[in-house]
């Protein structure tokens, strides 16, 4: 599979099988994101791998806002059940003081979410499946994972055998719509 097909290929998987994850392909998804570009390639990232079944379990108890950031109608993160049942979530974390901000604009999340892109696609490539979990309660996260106080948690990646098969995904916007020639909106 070459690269425009992984990425054109690439769907978010939510369900999974009861399949372990082999060591080497968790390893190569590893690899691919450490050869992320970051700011000044200070790679603020650091990914916790959890397989333990109690703490996926409560990993996926969290996957929630309750709060009025939370969008209008929303139920429950249709990425709950996946958390518990993928054989392994992969924790993205961040230190902020380890990227850089300009023009008021912080690269930490860039860098994170350019290495977020690296291991979907790595997984894709590897007929994995993935998603990106972005809602979660990040002071529970904290707390179960020993993780620090200055390092921010960005998203929440169940990796597993995908339980379900996508042909296709939820529509893009016109290329016409969102790229043009030379000047804003032409
Ligand atoms: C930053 C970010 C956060 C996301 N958070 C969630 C989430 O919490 N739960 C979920 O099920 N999907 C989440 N997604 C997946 C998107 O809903 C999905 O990528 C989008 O609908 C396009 O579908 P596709 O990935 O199959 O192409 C998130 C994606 C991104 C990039």
Request: glycine share 6%.
């Given at each position: 599979?070459?690269?425009?097909?992984?990425?054109?290929?690439?769907?978010?998987?939510?369900?999974?099988?009861?399949?372990?994850?082999?060591?080497?392909?968790?390893?190569?998804?590893?690899?691919?994101?450490?050869q992320a570009?970051?700011?000044?390639?200070?790679?603020?990232?650091?990914?916790?791998?959890?397989?333990?079944p109690?703490?996926?379990?409560?990993?996926?108890?969290?996957?929630?806002?309750?709060?009025?950031?939370?969008?209008?109608g929303?139920?429950?993160?249709?990425?709950?059940k996946?958390?518990?049942?993928?054989?392994?979530?992969?924790?993205?974390?961040?230190?902020?003081?380890?990227?850089?901000?300009?023009?008021?604009?912080?690269?930490?999340?860039?860098?994170?979410?350019?290495?977020?892109?690296n291991?979907?696609?790595?997984?894709?490539a590897?007929?994995?499946?993935?998603?990106?979990?972005?809602?979660?309660?990040?002071?529970k996260?904290?707390?179960?994972?020993?993780?620090?106080?200055?390092?921010?948690?960005?998203?929440?990646?169940?990796?597993?055998?995908?339980?379900e098969?996508?042909?296709?995904?939820?529509a893009?916007?016109?290329?016409?719509?969102?790229?043009?020639?030379?000047?804003?909106?032409?």
């Amino acid at each position: 599979m070459d690269i425009f097909e992984t990425i054109r290929t690439r769907r978010s998987v939510r369900r999974f099988m009861d399949k372990p994850v082999e060591e080497d392909k968790l390893q190569a998804i590893l690899e691919a994101v450490r050869q992320a570009p970051s700011w000044a390639n200070l790679q603020c990232w650091r990914f916790i791998v959890v397989k333990d079944p109690a703490v996926k379990e409560k990993i996926s108890e969290i996957s929630y806002v309750e709060s009025f950031f939370a969008p209008k109608g929303y139920k429950a993160n249709p990425s709950k059940k996946g958390l518990a049942e993928a054989p392994v979530i992969i924790v993205a974390c961040a230190d902020p003081s380890q990227s850089g901000t300009i023009w008021g604009q912080s690269y930490y999340m860039t860098d994170m979410g350019i290495a977020a892109q690296n291991l979907m696609l790595a997984a894709r490539a590897l007929g994995l499946g993935t998603v990106f979990v972005g809602v979660f309660d990040e002071e529970k996260i904290h707390s179960m994972l020993a993780i620090p106080p200055n390092i921010r948690v960005v998203g929440l990646f169940p990796v597993g055998y995908p339980l379900e098969k996508k042909a296709s995904g939820p529509a893009r916007k016109p290329l016409n719509e969102i790229a043009f020639y030379e000047k804003w909106g032409a």
